[in-house]
């Protein structure tokens, strides 16, 4: 085809299309790195983590190094208790900030310094997380907790949350805060009923992400929940197995290859859970999305 | 026919920008009263004092009265929420409830009323009806109401509305995001509607104001310039901004 004429003189097409090809190039390779090693660390997982799964190993609590049919049953529950402890700690406190933050808080005083907060106690590792709440719970009560796992958790999770609402509840129309207002709902009403509703499917994946994020933290319970080779009944007063420390624990503080296996099972049962709760955030999101 | 609404030296503040000067407006009951005006002239400003709607924001400020069948509604005494229903509100961009169709009818009952489920679907179906929009969503009540076309959407509002039994329905815009057919169904219903309820409309579209309005006022930079008939102000009007304005000489 020929080319047009113009007044102008034309930039050569063979740059434009070079720097177009090269760019395409760039982008996919970042995709395939990416995915890559995904598919990469997962496969790992699942090669050496399914070697050892068994019903025994699941339902079987931990034992020390030579006992017979252990498994890491206790900390599958303990990780269940912890981060559900954690959730219902954080989920309320995060939403309600959150919409405080959206509705109230904008141009404040109180919302600029409860934001900043929130940034500087996401960027704060977590292994100071973890020894604030040393400080603050496990030193006044003298034992590792379950509890105390949970709350170091939750101080994680918050800010999250709180974000997230805040960003999902801002992006609601004003028009519909309007609308809702306009038929002689109370503020209260028209947050919670029409705004939150709207805002749903983004607060609830939100919520789900910060919880897969959080199930997986090993630093925060190092000082907190540590780790004890029983059945977590000891939550509220006593050091309480959970995954992540299984896995610290026994692939670089044992010598053993048993332990090393064990700890690949759990890192096996650990990715199953958080990508459980990833790919049942989308599916249930996909099917309930309202509209077009 | 009487007056429903009187607005009385209002005036408007957006943080320190003035934006209304001065208001003093007669709407009448039973009738459309159109507001028209070049683009930041303050219609939409005016309009949300009628329901106190500006109220959500902090630095907006109005001084002056707002008589609703001889009451200042802009004094504080004044139930905001009792107001909201007595004064409906139509958008300029349709705003369904993320909710089915059903229940956003049913909301503004549920709302403000103590009726039973049946007295509720009664009432849901003959607001639907009166938006005429029961014929085309009587099948689909369950399923959400943005699923519904823009037009469908925007009457789906207005049986909204007019399902809290209003007695003034403010609307901005109502058709500017509509299409022609649409937009002809909704004029059609408003004239119908003004049987029932009081009618302030704001609109860009000249003729759609000299089609269904009784009175019209020309605004112009946050002052209310023309204030009549609307076949006056149409055919005849006083001041030479309203006709320049009005025959889209505006300069
Ligand atoms: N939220 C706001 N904050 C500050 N100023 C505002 C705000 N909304 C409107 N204004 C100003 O108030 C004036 C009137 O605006 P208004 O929205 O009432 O105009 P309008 O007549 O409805 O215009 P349009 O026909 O474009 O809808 C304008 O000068 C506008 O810049
Ligand atoms: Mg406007």
């Known amino acids: 085809m020929k080319r047009f004429e113009s007044v102008y003189p034309l930039r050569p097409l063979f740059f434009r299309k070079l720097k177009n090809h090269l760019i395409t190039l760039f982008s996919w390779s970042a995709v395939v790195i990416a995915v890559g090693a995904m598919v990469w660390i997962l496969g790992t997982v699942l090669i050496d983590g399914l070697k050892v799964i068994t019903p025994g190993f699941l339902l079987n609590p931990s034992k020390p190094y030579g006992i017979p049919d252990a498994g890491i049953g206790n900390a599958i529950l303990g990780t269940l208790l912890i981060t559900g402890g954690a959730a219902l700690l954080a989920v309320p406190c995060g939403v309600a900030a959150g919409i405080y933050l959206a509705e109230f808080g904008s141009g404040t005083r109180l919302g600029n310094g409860l934001r900043f907060c929130a940034n500087v106690l996401m960027g704060m590792p977590s292994i100071l997380v973890g020894l604030l709440v040393y400080s603050l719970m496990v030193v006044p009560m003298g034992s590792f907790s379950g509890v105390a796992g949970s709350v170091a958790l939750a101080v994680i999770m918050f800010p999250v949350i709180m974000r997230t609402t805040e960003d999902m509840l801002l992006m609601v129309p004003a028009s519909l805060r309007e609308a809702a207002l306009a038929l002689g709902m109370t503020r209260t009403r028209a947050i919670l009923r029409i705004v939150c509703t709207s805002a749903r499917n983004g607060l609830l994946t939100g919520i789900l992400l910060s919880l897969s994020r959080v199930s997986g933290e090993t630093a925060p319970l190092l000082f907190t929940a540590m780790f004890a080779d029983s059945w977590p009944k000891d939550y509220f007063t006593g050091p309480t197995a959970n995954i992540p420390m299984l896995i610290t624990e026994y692939t670089t503080n044992s010598p053993f290859e048993e332990m090393h296996a064990a700890g690949w099972g759990a890192a096996f049962v650990v990715s199953a859970i958080i990508l459980f709760i990833n790919i049942t955030t989308r599916i249930c999101f996909r099917e309930r999305h309202h509209g077009k | ?221 946050g002052r209310i310039v023309e204030f009549g008939d609307t076949e006056k102000i149409f055919t005849n009007p006083d001041e030479k901004q309203t006709e320049e304005y009005i025959t889209g000489r505006f300069g």
């Open chain 2, 1 to 221: 026919m009487a007056n429903k609404i009187s607005a009385r030296n209002i005036n408007f503040y957006y943080g320190s920008h003035q934006a209304l000067f001065d208001n003093n407006l007669d709407i009448a009951e039973h009738a459309i009263t159109a507001v028209i005006g070049p683009s930041g002239c303050g219609k939409s400003t005016h309009l949300r004092i009628y329901n106190r709607i500006y109220e959500l924001y902090r630095d907006q400020r109005v001084t002056g009265s707002l008589f609703i069948d001889g009451v200042d509604v802009l004094n504080e005494k004044v139930d905001v929420l009792e107001l909201r229903r007595k004064v409906g509100m139509i958008f300029q961009k349709p705003t369904p409830f993320p909710m089915s169709v059903f229940d956003n009818v049913a909301y503004p009952l549920r709302l403000h009323y103590r009726l039973s489920r049946s007295e509720i679907a009664d009432k849901v179906e003959e607001a639907l009806r009166g938006a005429s929009l029961w014929e085309e969503v009587k099948d689909k009540l369950k399923s959400s109401g943005l699923a519904l076309s823009g037009g469908q959407q925007q009457r789906l509002c207005i049986a909204r509305a007019i399902a809290a039994s209003p007695e003034v329905l403010l609307m901005d815009e109502p058709t500017s995001a509509i299409d022609p057919v649409a937009t002809l169904k909704i004029e059609e219903l408003m004239v119908e509607l003004k049987k029932r309820f009081t009618i302030v409309i704001v609109t860009h579209n000249m003729q759609q104001a000299a089609r269904i309005s009784d009175f019209t006022a020309f605004f112009y930079k």
